[in-house]
Nanobody, 120 residues
């Protein structure tokens, strides 16, 4: 009953920008945190950035200074503004939501992934 829908991926030249968005819908008790992960071919999925419902943020070293994560609590939506993109940023980006479905149960949910391709 919890679904994540991502949008905003695409293909850009190095130095360009993209803005990803992810909306969480369904029935749940509370939304604790949302984040963005990425996975390049042949590599493990890695954290890019996350944000709690209280506004605390975490960034991967590779994203600091270039990416900005934000959340609209009223809309249950997370955004990732990506500037100064590099070819190394090319990957499938996945939205994650940590959802409390009851006072004693927390689950993680994932979006379908959106492709980001950065050309040199």
């Amino acid at each position: 009953q919890v679904h994540l829908v991502e949008s905003g991926g695409g293909s850009v030249q190095a130095g360009g920008s993209l803005r990803l968005s992810c909306v969480t819908s369904g029935i749940f008790f509370s939304l604790n945190a949302m984040g963005w992960y990425r996975q390049a071919p042949g590599k493990q999925r890695e954290l890019v950035a996350d944000i709690t419902s209280g506004g605390s943020t975490t960034y991967a070293d590779s994203a600091k200074g270039r990416f900005t994560i934000s959340m609209d609590n009223a809309k249950n939506t997370v955004y990732l503004q990506m500037d100064s993109l590099k070819p190394e940023d090319t990957a499938v980006y996945y939205c994650n939501a940590r959802v409390r479905r009851s006072p004693w149960k927390v689950n993680d949910y994932w979006g379908q992934g959106t492709q980001v391709t950065v050309s040199s």
